[in-house]
């Protein structure tokens, strides 16, 4: 069975920076693709990134291209969201999340079968 486990949340001033890591433990082949979610209070949960087991598949929401960048150490079973400039809209409960396999839309939380349980990244103004 797959447990995953985040970490490196806090709270950062905006403009600041953030790691979150993914720790998998158990049948860590079962994470073919991981993807980083986050959920604002009052609102759905969004895909932020996500990153394919050969590293060729990466995908970012638009809303964070250019400031976010996921990756993945398989051989250490992490995976990582560094989270640059960081703005007060970013603040949420983050989570990770693995599939088996292809996903057709990386972005939809039904694509995922397993979850964290999420750290909270709070960014101030």
């Known amino acids: 069975q797959l447990q995953l486990v985040e970490s490196g949340g806090g709270l950062v001033q905006t403009g600041g920076s953030l790691r979150l890591s993914c720790a998998a433990s158990?049948?860590?082949?079962?994470?073919?693709?991981t993807g980083w979610f986050r959920q604002a209070p009052g609102k759905e949960r969004e895909g932020v990134a996500c990153?394919?087991?050969?590293?060729?598949?990466?995908n970012y929401a638009e809303f964070v291209k250019g400031r976010f960048t996921i990756s993945r150490d398989n051989a250490k079973n992490m995976v990582y969201l560094q989270m640059n400039s960081l703005k007060p809209e970013d603040t949420a409960v983050y989570y990770c999340?693995?599939?088996?396999?292809?996903?057709?839309?990386?972005?939809?939380?039904?694509?995922?079968?397993?979850w964290g349980q999420g750290a909270h990244v709070t960014v101030s103004s």
């Open positions: 999340a693995a599939a088996p396999g292809y996903v057709k839309s990386w972005y939809r939380t039904d694509e995922y079968v397993v």
């Open positions: 158990g049948f860590t082949a079962f994470a073919h693709v």
């Open positions: 990153i394919s087991s050969s590293h060729d598949n990466i």
